[in-house]
């Protein structure tokens, strides 16, 4: 599960004021404040067939202490809503997950403002309206239940939710890197509460293979760290640069080709080789251009000077003997 929901019949006490206050800027009231409790995410497969390590979970609670609550992953500051105080990682006595593991869950409590803002927002929490939430993390390692092999790099080729022998794949997450947010939403991932997921870059650097893969087949929001983001432009860029010098490049090799066909074969029409030309890739000009150049190579081959002379034919002069 790597999305949530928020808990019901939760009533605060003292202690919770008390470590909300570490993160207000002045001292609020109990009656000031509004405190539920929220399920974050938990070990169980979810519906994009992934799942947290309970480690992971361990981790994720930490790292998700004091962090933001906002909608539908809007980076936007009027969107945030509320933020979490206290994290912590239970398990469920009977309950096992989808692959038979005992149920581990990521729970936290969290506080937001009363105010006139707030009082619609919190009639829908009470109500059971506004429930499911989602978190926005990023994991280091991604690994195939069926292979035990990192889904990084393409060294597993099991698709998620595909059955291999009585096995079905799904994704196992650990190492956890950040959290970011998290988030009301309307679908969440997991069933019980997903995670919209992120790119780690480890040390600036990134596999833009997995990247890729990622933007393709993720159906749900993909969040990015500012520097994440640069990174990726970064990339863009550099790509783009030289993609332009590529252009040119075969720009002048078309050029180039269409000169030596002039001189390997006069009688060709130009333009429609030249049209040809412009539509080849770089290895097949190249291939065309080594062609022409080699048959040129053999029309222009000097004769040596001391070379044998040729014999000359003399004519019959038979009818001149006597």
Not at 76 to 102: L, W, Y
Not at 175 to 198: H, I, L
Request: net charge neutral; with cysteine; hydrophobic share 35%.
């Amino acid at each position: 599960m790597k999305d949530g929901y928020v808990e019901k019949g939760y009533t605060p006490v003292k202690e919770d004021f008390d470590k909300i206050r570490q993160y207000t800027r002045k001292d609020f009231s109990e009656e000031e404040l509004y405190v539920f409790s929220v399920t974050l995410c938990s070990n169980d497969v979810d519906r994009d067939y992934e799942k947290f390590s309970v480690s992971a979970l361990y981790e994720l609670a930490k790292l998700f202490e004091g962090k933001t609550g906002i909608k539908d992953h809007s980076m936007k500051s009027s969107d945030q809503t509320a933020r979490i105080f206290e994290t912590q990682v239970e398990k469920s006595e009977g309950r096992k997950t989808a692959d038979g593991e005992d149920y581990y869950a990521l729970r936290a409590k969290a506080y937001m403002v009363r105010n006139d803002e707030n009082k619609s927002f919190i009639t829908e929490i009470e109500a059971g309206i506004k429930k499911e939430v989602s978190v926005s993390c990023a994991m280091n390692s991604s690994v195939c239940s069926v292979c035990g092999k990192s889904r990084k790099g393409g060294a597993c080729n099991h698709i998620n939710g595909r059955k291999y022998g009585d096995k079905i794949c799904f994704s196992i997450l650990s190492d956890a890197a950040d959290a970011y947010e998290w988030s009301f939403v309307a679908v969440p991932a997991q069933r019980d509460a997903g995670v919209t997921k992120s790119f780690n870059l480890k040390n600036g650097d990134f596999d833009m293979t997995d990247i890729k893969k990622s933007l393709i087949t993720d159906e749900n929001e993909i969040v990015l760290s500012n520097k994440q983001a640069k990174e990726i432009c970064a990339y863009i860029e550099e790509r783009e640069e030289l993609a332009a010098l590529g252009e040119e490049y075969k720009k002048s090799l078309v050029k180039e080709l269409v000169s030596l066909c002039a001189k390997s074969i006069p009688e060709m029409d130009l333009g429609v080789f030249g049209g040809v030309a412009s539509v080849m890739t770089i290895k097949e000009l190249l291939s065309f251009k080594n062609a022409f150049e080699k048959q040129q190579a053999v029309k222009t081959m000097p004769l040596p000077q001391l070379g044998a002379a040729q014999k000359k034919s003399h004519k019959n002069l038979n009818e001149f003997r006597i």
